[in-house]
């Protein structure tokens, strides 16, 4: 069995950046992959970015950065929406057309 993944949202604070969601993608790596390199957002992370959205992989219980993306607040809305709808459509559509 593969390992599970999942997206993890933090916010930036004055300290650090904080999470404050997560989505669950379930153990499939080939979609995990290929609905995190379909967000908006920019690879490049730097002191303006607000918003992290990070793919964790859990490896033998321990969560494992995989990549990371920096997003504005538009961003992270679009982003959500694709999520929540992909997720759907694997929950609820396997098999259908």
């Known amino acids: 069995m593969e390992s599970p993944f999942y997206l993890l949202i933090s916010l930036k604070t004055p300290g650090s950046y904080e999470p404050f969601g ?26 303006l970015c607000h918003f992290h959205v990070d793919l964790i992989e859990t ?11 920096c997003c504005r607040l538009d961003e992270l ?10 997720i759907f459509r694997q929950k609820n559509l396997r098999g259908e057309t």
């Open 22 to 47: 997560e989505f669950d993608l379930g153990h499939d790596r080939e979609l995990a992959y290929a609905l995190f390199d379909s967000l908006d957002g920019n690879p490049e992370i730097d002191d």
């Open 59 to 69: 490896v033998d219980t321990l969560p494992e950065k995989i990549r990371s993306k």
């Open 77 to 86: 809305g679009v982003n959500a929406e694709r999520v929540a709808l992909e």
